[in-house]
């Protein structure tokens, strides 16, 4: 292994975790951050092991931001991994999320994606090789109360990346989903909630879901776990086109699969609720 990988979302958590885990396997890694006052915890675990990891700014929702961090890395050599991990989690009903605000989950988790893609796809194609992994969710594929702004943006990564797969697969480029439950990481403290309106009618159940999540995040999958899916991914000769990854993902995946929609929706409220 080796050649240029790009990550994006790398301050903490996954992005941070998958950086290093790359740059282990031989890549050199540029990992794209939105905020370079925030890179220091990268920074240090990279000098520690001296590893071959470059911080970048790259904030996915700016497209002078993914033209330069983009043109950099396809600079440096041929670019053999995109890894399109940046996110975060708008929590709120469907009536009641600001417009606005549900279109900037899109911008950063799902367009932020599309736009990564379109800059670094071209020269994988032209050389018949290379990898775009894509950091999806449990959530990507099972429709969950109090966040269809997060749910919504990865379903639609999840079918961005079934297309790109009968487009790209032709011409030697692998387009891979990894599909994490609740990871223990700083993902909660970087979601969103907006404030809910006077008289809300789902109040209530929107701090019942946000608490429970939090709760699951305290035992939640580690980032390094996710990181180590992603290197497979990057490496297996035949690599899956889905990597599910933690106990919970397993089993509400398994549970949905083998169950009814209607017997399926009472499972996920008595989990949830």
Do not use: W
């Not at 700014?57 to 053999?80: C, I, K, M, N, Y």
């Not at 736009?115 to 071209?122: E, S, T």
């Not at 919504?152 to 990564?157: E, N, V």
């Not at 404030?195 to 580690?222: C, D, F, N």
């Amino acid at each position: 292994m080796g050649g240029v990988a790009l990550v994006t979302g790398c301050s903490s958590g996954i992005g941070l975790e998958t950086a290093l885990e790359l740059a282990r396997a031989g890549h050199s890694v540029h990992a794209g951050v939105r905020d370079m006052s925030r890179a220091g915890d990268l920074t240090r675990a990279a000098a520690a092991e001296s590893l071959d990891v470059r911080p970048v700014r790259l904030d996915v929702t700016d497209g002078s931001s993914v033209r330069d961090a983009a043109g950099a890395a396809l600079e440096a050599g041929p670019v053999d991994v995109l890894v399109n991990n940046a996110g975060y989690a708008l929590f709120g009903c469907a009536e009641e999320v600001p417009l606005g605000e549900m279109r900037a989950q899109f911008e950063t988790n799902f367009f932020g994606a599309v736009a990564m893609i379109q800059r670094i796809a071209p020269s994988m194609r032209k050389r018949r090789s290379g990898r775009i992994i894509n950091i999806s969710s449990v959530a990507g594929r099972i429709g969950f109360p109090c966040s269809p702004a997060y749910v919504s943006s990865k379903f639609a990564l999840e079918g961005l990346s079934e297309c790109m797969r009968y487009e790209l697969g032709p011409h030697g480029v692998e387009v891979i989903l990894v599909e994490p439950g609740v990871v223990k990481t700083r993902f909660m403290d970087n979601s969103r909630a907006p404030a809910a309106p006077e008289g809300s009618a789902y109040a209530e159940l929107t701090q019942k879901v946000i608490g429970g999540i939090r709760m699951m995040a305290e035992l939640g999958t580690p980032a390094s776990e996710v990181a180590r899916a992603v290197a497979r991914a990057a490496s297996e000769a035949r690599p899956s086109p889905r990597y599910i990854v933690g106990n919970d993902a397993g089993m509400f995946l398994e549970a949905r699969q083998s169950m009814g929609d209607a017997e399926f929706e009472e499972y996920i409220k008595k989990e949830l609720y």
